[in-house]
């Protein structure tokens, strides 16, 4: 005899996914061979546990290149405040150091209709058996401050602004299942390699590199000054020369524009109106020396106008 189903049977029932129809022989096979590869790996890291010594020594060896540190960091502007933190190669090399970590982003669904991916980002320490994962929803639009949101629609810009979303994910899965004292000693080695600076270069010519790497993307002196509070450039530390690379790094990366960066200054109505009223009259004449605009001639004449 068939009874109806009860209350509490309706509300925890979860309706079964629909199964594929036809599995391909390549699926069948990869699906194999990830579990072979996910329990040769637990295997592995049981019978080689790392050792925190030589960890702790490969990490002190990696983030005391100066390439790597400044891969290290990012920042960028919101609003008024900035924003600053640690790469995705920071905690992927973090990851390798401490060896025995797997880590990985999918994408669960993508749904063109709706305009969005589901995805997962997950770390795994093989040893400790400490996993942590999220999974969250993409949008297949781009944001700008001047615009707002656009609609993705070609498949590489979908797969970027995944793979962007992603790697954010992904890095706080890896600091999740790392020690903190170990991603703390490797933040303050990689700082201190930065503010080192490339060794046999002397501070003054790493600081004119720096203005004409930034001249090349349309950044001026006083601007870069005005960015290090107000400082002339001939007063920058190592420290301000750090901060810049890891600007220059975030402007490559795409996470900044120069734009926001290093906005332009703009002239209102009010400005332009208050500095017309400060001007001396038209028929007042200037005293010899006197005028702050430079004199012209006029054509042909030789005379100063």
Request: charge should be negative; aromatic fraction near 8%; include cysteine.
């Amino acid at each position: 005899m068939n009874y109806p189903a009860t209350t509490t049977e309706h509300q925890f029932a979860t309706p079964a996914a629909p199964a594929p129809s036809f599995v391909g022989q390549g699926t069948a096979v990869e699906q194999s061979r990830a579990v072979a590869e996910v329990q040769a790996a637990v295997i592995v890291a049981r019978q080689f546990p790392r050792n925190e010594a030589q960890a702790i020594a490969k990490m002190r060896t990696g983030f005391s290149q100066h390439s790597l540190a400044v891969r290290s960091f990012f920042r960028f502007s919101r609003g008024k405040s900035r924003i600053s933190g640690e790469t995705i190669q920071f905690a992927k090399e973090l990851a390798r150091c401490w060896t025995n970590i797997h880590y990985g982003v999918h994408e669960l669904r993508r749904d063109d209709a709706a305009g969005e991916s589901e995805m997962q980002a997950w770390a795994w320490d093989l040893e400790t058996n400490e996993r942590a994962s999220t999974t969250f929803i993409v949008p297949h639009t781009r944001w700008t401050s001047d615009n707002g949101g656009t609609r993705l629609e070609d498949p590489r810009d979908v797969y970027e602004n995944n793979s962007n979303n992603g790697a954010r994910r992904l890095r706080e899965m890896i600091f999740s299942v790392l020690p903190d004292w170990f991603r703390e000693q490797a933040k303050e080695i990689a700082t201190n390699t930065i503010e080192r600076g490339q060794g046999d270069k002397p501070l003054a010519q790493r600081i004119a590199d720096c203005i004409a790497h930034f001249e090349g993307l349309g950044v001026t002196v006083e601007q870069l000054e005005e960015n290090r509070s107000g400082r002339a450039s001939g007063k920058w530390t190592n420290l301000d020369l750090g901060q810049l690379q890891i600007i220059a790094e975030s402007i490559r990366r795409g996470e900044v524009t120069v734009d926001e960066e290093f906005p332009q200054q703009r002239v209102t109505v009010a400005e332009i109106t208050r500095q017309h009223s400060e001007q001396p009259p038209a028929s007042a004449p200037a005293a010899p020396g006197d005028s702050t605009w430079p004199t012209t001639r006029q054509p042909g004449t030789g005379a100063e106008s």
